[in-house]
């Protein structure tokens, strides 16, 4: 299993900080040894979790030259129209995805392409699901372009326990299907704006792969 650079900080802090509270924790003396096998559990599933979360799968891109692929991991939760303020300024077509804390966090271009606008905001920490979070809280916003009638807007959105979006993408960078373009610690959301008349593939309560499912055709 391949792990994110991202993970190697925090899953090093991690361990060395189990580790530590583990080897004080067996100076302790008890009469049976259940406390120590019930807390090498829970010291081994504490730093299985957090090096599960920075896990990178291996997948096969599912290359749809007149689509656009999931760029996130997770369930969907809104397809509607609604009017994008931050850059289109009219109607446009919105699918997001809630990423929980099960979820592979790595993101994806749901598109070929040139990123054409990247604006990172500070915000709130608001719960990813709650309907003002792609307004309100910290977010990363990326459009991506391959003509003006296939531009598509994506935003990292950062949850309650999500406190770092990851994207180092500059304005120019070409953009490559699948391939890899940041990725949101913990719990989270991508928010995909679409042009109006898009056919969408998917429907609220699907569960779509990053790289894999594809949410609408051009």
Known sequence: MKIHKEGRRPISIITATVAILLLLFFQLSFTTPYPYIIASFFAASTIFFVVRFFRVPERVVNKIENGVISPADGTVIIVEEIEETEYFNDKRLKISIFMSIHNVHVNYFPMDGEVTYVKYHPGDYL????????????????????????????????????????????????????????????????????????????????????????????
């Open 127 to 218: 719960i990813a699901k709650h309907p003002k979070s792609s307004e309100l809280n910290e977010r990363n916003t990326v459009v991506v372009s391959r003509n003006e009638l296939e531009t598509v807007l994506f935003r990292q959105i950062a949850g309650y326990v999500a406190r770092r979006i990851v994207c180092h993408l500059k304005v120019g960078d070409k953009s490559v299907q699948g391939e890899e373009m940041g990725m949101i610690r913990f719990g989270s959301r991508v928010d995909v704006f679409l042009p109006i008349g898009t056919e969408i593939a998917v429907n609220v309560g699907d569960k779509v792969r990053a790289k894999k499912s594809v949410l609408a055709y051009f």
